[in-house]
């Protein structure tokens, strides 16, 4: 009885052209993934990136270096446009480093309603802020003091 397991021959090699996006799907997937995790960073602080209008619009996905804004009203979505700048750095120093690199606001009505959130966290100071003020206290002695007075300091000199 023959063995039906083993080919008689090598099968010929195929040259076919096979989509990249299949080849790369396991490579980007932990990438895409990750969009998410950004856009649930930016989402306790969204208050202090956008304090004027956090209750009129909610970030609704970051892809591609684009922070998609869901507005209430076309209003909300004209003043957001004339903020774009700072909302691109309170997102990039959120999230600790150069991802919004544009902003795209797109009107949802009342979908879009933003529940106001009870507690906000301020935004962190840029990092030569936090060195300036880490530098101006290295001269107390007290551990925990000295880390309370630079945070407090990084704070201050933040506005």
């Known amino acids: 009885m ?15 052209a096979v989509a990249m996006g299949g080849l790369l799907r396991d490579v980007l997937a ?10 649930a960073q930016i989402m306790p602080f969204w208050p202090s990136i956008c304090p004027l209008l956090a209750n009129y619009a909610v970030p609704e996905s970051l892809r591609a270096g684009t922070l998609t804004l869901a507005a209430h009203t076309s209003s909300a979505q004209r003043e957001l446009q004339f903020i774009t700048p700072s909302i691109i750095e309170g997102a990039n120093i ?11 606001v797109v009107v949802r009505g009342e979908a879009a309603k ?9 935004l962190p100071p840029l990092p030569q802020v936090a060195d ?22 990084a704070q201050v000199l933040k506005t």
């Open 2 to 16: 023959e063995d039906k397991l083993q080919p008689s021959a090598p099968l010929p090699r195929r040259r076919k």
């Open 30 to 39: 932990p990438a895409a993934a990750k969009q998410g995790v950004l856009l």
């Open 94 to 104: 959120v999230l600790g480093y150069t991802v919004v690199q544009q902003v795209k």
């Open 114 to 122: 933003a529940n106001p959130l009870k507690l906000t966290k301020p």
């Open 132 to 153: 300036k003020a880490a530098k101006v206290c290295q001269t107390v002695a007290d551990d925990a003091l000295r880390a309370a007075l630079t945070a407090l300091g």
